[in-house]
């Protein structure tokens, strides 16, 4: 946990941000530049959210997103920066592609280069913490929201273990429905045929939360491999499979971030939206019998050396909604963001985190 001044001495802090993700640090780095102090909240015991890296056997395994890529001015500043510090590099222009698990890929690079952390998908969250003012920034990790409310014109956030912490303002990054729980369980939205609604002439905009209640997300399931022989994925190291169980097969030994033979598979959003409540063993095995092909079975014996499953409930968003950010009230003001505002993935997540961020800023100071 990075512990430092920020609301410290009890005084409410100007922001709160909910979640260490591309987008909440983003964020968190727009109000910092702006003068104003910041508390950013994560759940998990790292920094990423779904830029994930494990450790494992030895090997060293990127369990969420693989790649990113790089398209726009204010993202390539941020990376130009991340490369200056050796913390992200290029990785590849381009992956082979499958139309199935029985059809030979086909190399499908185009040009457009796509990176990757330097030692994990991690490093580039890393470095954007890094560069946080301790003075103003504070990062508290293992720190579970529990509701999120209003209180005397302030964002009141209840933590899981029962404290209180108040804020002029508050950034919400996680994914959409895990913020409407939050909302919901401060007490500011109530449900209506199934689904969340902002209470008529309560605080927050019900047009914005009858936008945000349609958003939905494809689960992922990610299978980690340590292996005893390198694996017979085509160089670069990935595969993209358009049908089938599968949606991705990562070498990490390729990719440059694992000293030892290590694999990442994904299931597609339909394999794993199947198969959400099947016993982990049983979608292991499902999933091994698919990427077999790739994996160098030498006599058989102890080819897989460890394995690991893990179950993404929030992988990626299925609709984008078209602006970068919403605001769901403005008094005060919360604004929610992340990888379903207006671009997916990696760099529209982190896009998404710099509006919000920049948004609040300006309101703040006016
Ligand atoms: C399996 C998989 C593969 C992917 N592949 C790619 C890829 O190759 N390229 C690409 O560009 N993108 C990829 N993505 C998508 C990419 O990872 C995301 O778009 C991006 O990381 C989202 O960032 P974010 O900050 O919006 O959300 P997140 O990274 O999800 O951050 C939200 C944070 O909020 C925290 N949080 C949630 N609830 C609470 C709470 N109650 N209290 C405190 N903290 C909380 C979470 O722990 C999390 O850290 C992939 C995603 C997955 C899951």
């Known amino acids: 946990m990075q512990e430092n001044q920020a609301g410290s001495a009890g005084e409410p802090v100007d922001v709160i941000v909910v979640g260490a993700g ?17 508390m950013v909240l994560e759940k998990s015991r790292g920094l990423g959210g779904r830029m994930a890296t ?4 030895g090997a060293v395994c990127d369990h969420g997103a693989q790649f990113f890529t790089v398209r726009t001015p204010p993202f390539e500043g941020i990376v130009t920066a991340a490369r200056g510090a050796e913390k992200v590099r290029p990785w590849c222009e381009g992956f082979f592609k499958a139309g199935s698990l029985d059809r030979a890929p086909e190399n499908a690079g185009d040009g457009h280069a796509r990176w990757c952390g330097s030692q994990g998908m991690t490093d580039l969250p890393k470095f954007l913490a890094g560069t946080l003012p301790a003075e103003t920034c504070t990062i508290r990790l293992g720190t579970k929201l529990a509701s ?23 950034v919400l990054t996680a994914p959409v429905p895990q913020t409407l729980d939050l909302l919901a369980a401060g007490g500011l939205l109530v449900t209506a045929e199934g689904r969340y609604a902002a209470p008529p002439a309560g605080a927050l905009d019900p047009e914005a939360i009858l ?12 299978l980690m491999l340590v292996l005893k022989q ?12 358009a049908s089938g169980p599968l949606a991705w097969l990562g070498d990490n030994f390729q990719k440059g971030i694992s000293s030892l033979p290590a694999l990442t598979v994904h299931a597609s959003g339909a394999f794993s939206r199947e198969h959400f409540d099947t016993p982990p063993e049983e979608v ?36 984008i909604l078209p602006e970068p950010l919403v605001a769901v ?14 671009g997916p993935r990696v760099e529209g997540a982190a896009l998404s985190g710099l509006a919000a961020g920049s948004w609040l800023a300006d309101l703040l100071a006016g």
């Open 329 to 342: 009230c403005r008094e005060p003001p919360l604004v929610c963001c992340g990888d379903a505002f207006a």
């Open 22 to 38: 591309i987008a909440g640090l983003a964020a968190a780095g727009e109000l910092a530049r702006a003068g104003r102090t910041v």
């Open 284 to 319: 292991s095995r499902m999933m091994l019998e698919a990427v077999r092909p790739w994996i160098d079975l030498g006599d058989g014996a102890g080819a897989i050396v460890e394995q690991s499953l893990h179950r993404w409930k929030f992988a990626t968003p299925t609709s």
């Open 211 to 222: 936008a945000l209640a349609e958003v939905g997300y494809d689960p992922c399931f990610a």
């Open 230 to 241: 390198p694996s017979l994925v085509p160089a670069p190291g990935g595969i993209q499979f």
């Open 148 to 170: 999120l409310g209003i209180d005397g014109g302030n964002v009141r956030a209840c933590l899981d273990d029962g404290s209180m912490l108040s804020a002029r303002a508050g």
């Open 54 to 57: 494990r450790r494992f056997a």
